[in-house]
């Protein structure tokens, strides 16, 4: 039985990786979940200089779901570079980083500094929702988005992970700006941009007021855009939104989803990924299914 | 304040051993957890988690007591919105699951003359840290009206209450009730709402007293990993780099000096 993937010439053990942002850099899932045991560990968004975030309450939970507005708190990359990246090596994983930034020149600075550190994959975060400069800014546009991705391309030593945002009308056109800047694979769908108010105290749950919707609540949304965007571009896809269970993470891979990542779902179940890989590999026993390659984008 | 070992965090389907309402929506539960009982340090709490699976993320609850030869906890919390009310319906033989013990804890090892001021539902941890510290211990509670718990810190220490109605002890806050009663301590260890907590550390500086504070946030994770329970530090925090320790893995206890309230 084959669960192995490739994501633009890296072999992935399975097509089961973390969501940036729900995982820190692993140390602390490292307690419940042998990471050697993950197809990838995706960092949490890293910028060029240390980020505070938001102001709290940063969280807000929502039915069958959560609204996030952290604001990619991180310790910029010269820390990550020495804590974090050394702490994932001892791990027999692939590494992506996630790379965040206000402007295509911090993105670049990240880019550049990891060009000679052991990552595997880079994913640019150009779908953030809470924060005022970059992220989504650059994810809505579809001339950002191609103009970042070629920046980007330029810049990096290993291939590039694209993040697309679902807060657009239509997904398959920041897909193919992508696709035409370069970009070597596409990750979706970043969270849905949200709002909750408290009504005994007549405010909004979020001190940023919106955040952004995780969680088995946008599942369907995340399955349609991968399936639209799958059949819109030639590149591989990995797929996420809501995926809590191996049947979750199924159905993106019917979808077209060439890896798929698991988010919330680590914050109420810390081995939630590892359960996918068992899950997924039990589907594929049940079902006679030799090589995972078959199952992506089998549903047409 | 971290000195916490690895692999120290169990997640567990523990059976409900007694449910009791102490005051009008304040409620107690003693919870069977085996080996866990006797990893818990005062001051620590669980993630606990709640059946309805639309309600995604489990809710810090403060542990109030543990009884490591029974292999059981106890936790007391209100009733705040539909995960609580939830946990409340539970009975004897019922099953939560729960994941802990979290957090750091009250430091155990000063021998300082301490106040322990709780207000309101910060009132439970303290209960726990009275029964383990070996020092010279004056408890202050505060309340809004109803009295909850008071009667279980008797054996540790002298009890002082303060109600914001005046229906028992000194009528105001914590505070009041330590000045009306000529109250002297060099050490505080307080868990409380947090207007109660910023007064209490202005105190402290004040009467130049080492002070513990125990703080709490909206969680996700519990662990440290979703930067999403952060309070203002004063010291560059160790894992972003900025002034925000996490609440649930560097507190929920820290000195007062630590953090802006």
């Known amino acids: 039985m084959n669960t192995r993937v490739n994501l633009a010439g890296v072999e992935l053990k399975n097509p089961v990786m973390t969501a940036s942002g729900t995982f820190g850099s692993g140390e602390e899932y490292s307690e419940f979940v042998d990471l050697g045991s993950l197809g990838a560990v995706v960092t949490k968004g890293v910028a060029n200089v240390p980020w505070p975030g938001n102001p709290t309450p940063r969280i807000a939970e929502v039915y069958g779901g959560m609204l996030n507005a952290i604001g990619l708190q991180n310790p910029g990359i010269d820390v990550f570079v020495k804590r974090d990246i050394p702490f994932l090596r001892q791990y027999d994983t692939r590494i992506i980083v996630n790379v965040c930034g206000k402007t295509i020149e911090d993105y670049l600075e990240v880019v550049e500094r990891l060009s000679d550190e052991p990552v595997d994959l880079l994913e640019i975060n150009i779908s953030c929702p809470n924060v005022k400069e970059g992220g989504i800014a650059f994810g809505q546009d579809p001339r950002a988005v191609e103009a970042i991705t070629r920046e980007v391309k330029r810049h990096a030593r290993q291939p590039v992970i694209m993040k697309l945002s679902p807060n657009v009308t239509d997904i398959t056109v920041m897909a193919k700006a992508a696709e035409a800047g370069g970009a070597d694979v596409l990750s979706l769908i970043n969270t849905l941009t949200g709002m909750k108010i408290d009504i005994s105290r007549q405010r909004f749950a979020l001190a940023n007021k919106t955040g952004g919707l995780s969680g088995p609540a946008v599942k369907p949304v995340a399955v349609r855009m991968v399936y639209q965007t799958a059949n819109a571009v030639k590149l591989p896809i990995i797929g996420m939104g809501g995926i809590a269970t191996a049947e979750d993470a199924l159905e993106f891979i019917m979808a077209g989803a060439a890896a798929v990542s698991v988010g919330t779902a680590n914050f109420y179940n810390p081995r939630a990924t590892v359960e996918i890989v068992e899950g997924i590999e039990a589907y594929m026993e049940n079902h006679g299914v030799e090589d995972i390659n078959t199952l992506i984008g089998c549903v047409r | ?261």
């Open chain 2, 1 to 261: 304040m971290e000195n916490r070992t690895k692999h120290q965090k169990v997640k567990l389907a523990a059976e409900v051993l007694s449910q009791e309402e102490l005051a009008m929506g304040v409620f107690s539960m003693w919870i069977d957890v085996g080996e866990m009982a006797g990893m818990v340090r005062p001051g620590q709490f669980l993630s606990v988690y709640t059946k309805d699976p639309s309600k995604l993320l489990p809710r810090p609850i403060s542990i109030s007591e543990t009884d490591p030869k029974g292999g059981r906890l106890r936790i007391v919390y209100r009733v705040a919105g539909e995960g609580t009310r939830e946990f409340s319906g539970y009975r004897a033989g019922d099953s939560v699951t729960v994941m802990g013990p979290l957090g750091n804890g009250f430091p155990l090892d000063s021998k300082k003359k301490a106040f322990l001021i709780g207000g309101g539902i910060g009132i439970p941890p303290l209960l726990q840290l009275a029964r383990e510290l070996e020092c010279d211990r004056q408890i202050i509670l505060g309340y809004r009206d109803e009295l909850f718990m008071d009667g279980e810190f008797a054996p540790y220490g002298p009890v002082f209450v303060a109600t914001e109605d005046g229906s028992a002890g000194t009528r105001g806050n914590v505070l009041d009730a330590v000045r009306e009663n000529h109250l002297e301590a060099q050490i505080i260890y307080a868990c409380g709402p947090v207007p109660m907590l910023r007064a209490i550390k202005a105190y402290a500086h004040e009467m130049n007293m080492e002070c513990y504070l125990s703080l709490e946030e909206r969680m996700a994770c519990g662990i440290g990993a979703c930067l999403a329970c952060v309070c203002k530090s004063t010291e560059v925090d160790g894992h972003s780099h900025v002034h925000n320790k996490r609440i649930c893995k560097d507190g929920p206890v820290f000195r007062a000096e630590e953090v802006e309230l």
